[in-house]
């Protein structure tokens, strides 16, 4: 069965950190560009980071730039999402998606083939 399942959310204060994680079966995950995006109350979902298949590529939004770090583990299938000095504007659903790569070893927050069902992180004293 297909499946990307995020963890890791939950309540943290402002300046603290978390880390998320999501977790790929059921296809070949280390064929696909892996981002994440998110969605706060009222707002739109949106891309905020994405890893090429070899890890050599990253991208941020400038919203969360310089404060997240993306990573994966081909042999694990896992990405993981690093966030630190979180600021209460960082509170969203937090979702993980995958997209089969095209070969040019970038990535890209548009025409994900699989989503994640989100896991919340709340930023708040």
């Known amino acids: 069965q297909l499946q990307l399942v995020e963890s890791g959310g939950g309540l943290v204060q402002p300046g603290g950190s978390l880390r998320l994680s999501c977790a790929g079966s059921?296809?070949?995950?280390?064929?696909?560009?892996i981002g994440w995006f998110r969605q706060a109350p009222g707002k739109e979902r949106e891309g905020i980071s994405c890893i090429s298949t070899s890890g050599k590529t990253t991208t941020y939004a400038d919203s969360v730039k310089g404060r997240f770090t993306i990573s994966r583990t081909s042999a694990s299938n896992m990405v993981y999402l690093q966030m630190n000095s979180l600021k209460p504007e960082d509170t969203a659903v937090y979702y993980c998606?995958?997209?089969?790569?095209?070969?040019?070893?970038?990535?890209?927050?548009?025409?994900?083939?699989?989503w994640g069902k989100g896991a919340l992180v709340t930023v708040s004293a």
């Open positions: 998606a995958a997209r089969i790569a095209d070969g040019s070893g970038w990535c890209a927050y548009t025409g994900m083939d699989y």
């Open positions: 059921g296809f070949r995950f280390d064929l696909y560009t």
